[in-house]
């Protein structure tokens, strides 16, 4: 079973590749327009979206023989495509990165693919970009190692945040079909409670976002003058999630003082892991057989 779900998704990649390479015209298409090999066009692309890279790193990116490689970039300097400079921190590095006219090459090689591209984009409404470029974030992050994941940022809630909460909480969730809207449903109604609250300063809420795409959320909702629930909190797969959730529970936490909230609490069926583990560190408490974590912040202050 694990063989025949495994070949499947290997078969629905390989027939996105094939997609991808014949909608948006792949490097081999680019070799008709160029001298070089499709092997060469390769490292100059990766030269050029690596800005001042190394061999290592080039070698790394694209599965190359260092001393092939090497070769390869002797021949590039010789030619004016390349210029290779000592690593300031390392003698024994040097750095790669494109000449004047080695991207002058590169531009006039895949001017035509980046017409097609605009026509593309062109035909599209503003929320299909939107929709192509969220997506496309989703793929590079899943399929890229984890020491190559970027950045992540907390911010506030743009439009439609809260309708993806949603989604992606149903979508996240263990157990099935029933499970998943079960939990559509309590997220649905932990949405209404925050945008219906009475004192919306009070509540908050916190997008993670990496490289642009958003990755986890948390809702802090207020449920008394000396009480704030923390109501939601998820974290995509195929990124970080210890760190991210740290931080999302870090922000509510923080708010909550800020808030002048006496405690804070937290359900243990938060999805999609097992939250104690990230609780623990910020002083929470688990409350005996209630289900529920506890943290007492500063005393409330008078409303």
């Not at 623990?280 to 408490?285: A, K, T």
């Amino acid at each position: 079973m694990v063989n025949s779900l495994s070949d499947g998704l290997t078969d629905a990649v390989r027939r996105f590749q094939w997609f991808y390479a014949c909608h948006v015209r792949a490097p081999h298409e680019l070799v008709e327009h160029s001298a070089l090999s499709l092997t060469e066009m390769r490292v100059l692309f990766a030269v050029m979206h690596g800005g001042a890279c190394t061999a290592a790193d080039i070698s790394r990116t694209l599965g190359l023989d260092t001393g092939y490689l090497s070769r390869m970039l002797t021949q590039f300097e010789r030619s004016g495509l390349i210029e290779r400079r000592p690593c300031s921190g390392d003698a024994r590095s040097t750095q790669v990165s494109l000449t004047a006219a080695g991207e002058t090459g590169l531009s006039t090689a895949s001017a035509h693919v980046r017409d097609d591209v605009s026509t593309t984009l062109d035909a599209m409404t503003p929320g299909e970009r939107a929709q192509l470029i969220a997506s496309m974030g989703y793929v590079q992050r899943l399929l890229s190692p984890p020491a190559d994941a970027p950045q992540v940022r907390l911010r506030g809630p743009r439009p439609g945040d809260f309708g993806w909460i949603v989604e992606r909480e149903a979508q996240l969730a263990p157990g099935g079909t029933h499970a998943q809207r079960e939990r559509e449903t309590r997220t649905a109604m932990v949405v209404a409670d925050y945008l219906t609250a009475p004192d919306p300063l009070r509540n908050g809420c916190w997008i993670a976002e990496q490289d642009g795409v958003s990755v986890g959320a948390s809702l802090l909702i207020g449920v008394s003058a000396g009480s704030a629930r923390l109501a939601a909190l998820f974290v995509e797969p195929g990124v970080r999630r210890g760190s991210i959730a740290r931080r999302l529970i870090k922000a509510c936490v923080a708010f909550a003082t800020e808030s002048g909230y006496g405690r804070v609490v937290c359900a243990t069926d938060l999805n999609p892991v097992s939250v104690a583990p990230f609780l623990r560190p910020f002083g929470f408490e688990e409350l005996s057989n209630q289900g529920e974590w506890e943290k007492h912040l500063k005393e409330p202050h008078a409303f």
